[in-house]
């Protein structure tokens, strides 16, 4: 079975700085797509960003990009300019493109960004 | 934003009544989710529905049920709530063609159930 940890619960950065959250994973298959989440305090959870196995290429959204090692089964996920609205918990998640029914999450880290 | 909604955002209820928790999308996605959130904890997949007609338990054994009549609706029930439900309970819903499907999920805000 398909298990997501991050092994840091809370973080803290400070406005403008850059923090990176770690994210390690344990699979037995090739195929599969990685995410991160971030859910804000008591709103929706939302995608920040997605990365497919097969690309090599590290994915890119704004000030979100990730660092992936397939061999390693790494994917962190790294936050430029931090900003007072990233403050969230930000959860790693897994599914694979075989068992697409059952994505797999991390229990979380919790980001504070501090003016 | 997706278009996704839980009802209610917050419960409080006493053991033993029942309760339901209701979920609707207006994205028109066949397949929806429901995960129960601990503080602390990865999220856990209770139910899932690849349409109208279509109900599936998760891997976390829950006393939960859940309905699909309609395909923008996907109800979770607990006939007798006992403390140890007390929990966030999260929606979430995906396409499912393959041609659509990027493994993405859209998440509702989430029922936050506490029963005393």
């Known amino acids: 079975a398909q298990t997501v940890t991050q092994s840091q619960p809370e973080m803290s950065v400070q406005e403008a700085e850059t923090v990176t959250l770690s994210c390690t994973y344990d699979?037995?298959?090739?195929?599969?797509?990685l995410f991160w989440y971030k859910q804000p305090p008591s709103r929706q959870m939302i995608l920040v960003i997605r990365?497919?196995?097969?690309?090599?290429q590290n994915a890119t959204e704004n000030r979100f990009s990730v660092n992936f090692q397939k061999a390693a089964k790494s994917f962190s996920l790294k936050i430029s300019d931090s900003q007072l609205g990233d403050t969230a918990m930000y959860f790693c998640?897994?599914?694979?493109?075989?068992?697409?029914?059952?994505?797999?999450f991390g229990a979380g880290t919790r980001l504070t960004v501090k003016p | 934003e997706a278009d996704i909604y839980q009802t209610p955002r917050y419960l409080v209820i006493g053991t033993g009544k029942k309760i339901t928790l209701e979920c609707s999308q207006t994205?028109?996605?066949?397949?929806m989710y429901w995960y129960q959130q601990d503080p602390g904890m990865e999220l856990h997949l209770i139910h899932y529905?690849?349409?109208?007609?279509?109900?599936e338990k998760g891997d976390l054994s829950s006393e939960s049920t859940v309905s699909r009549i309609r395909t923008e609706h996907f109800p979770l029930t607990l006939e007798s709530a006992r403390p140890s439900h007390t929990s966030q309970y999260l929606c979430?819903?995906?396409?499912?063609?393959?041609?659509?499907?990027?493994?993405?999920?859209?998440f509702g805000e989430g029922s936050r159930l506490t029963v005393l």
């Open positions: 994205m028109g996605h066949d397949k």
């Open positions: 699979t037995s298959e090739n195929n599969y797509y």
């Open positions: 979430a819903s995906s396409p499912l063609g393959a041609s659509l499907n990027t493994g993405e999920l859209f």
């Open positions: 990365q497919e196995a097969y690309k090599q």
């Open positions: 998640a897994f599914i694979s493109l075989y068992n697409n029914n059952d994505m797999r």
């Open positions: 529905s690849y349409g109208v007609n279509s109900t």
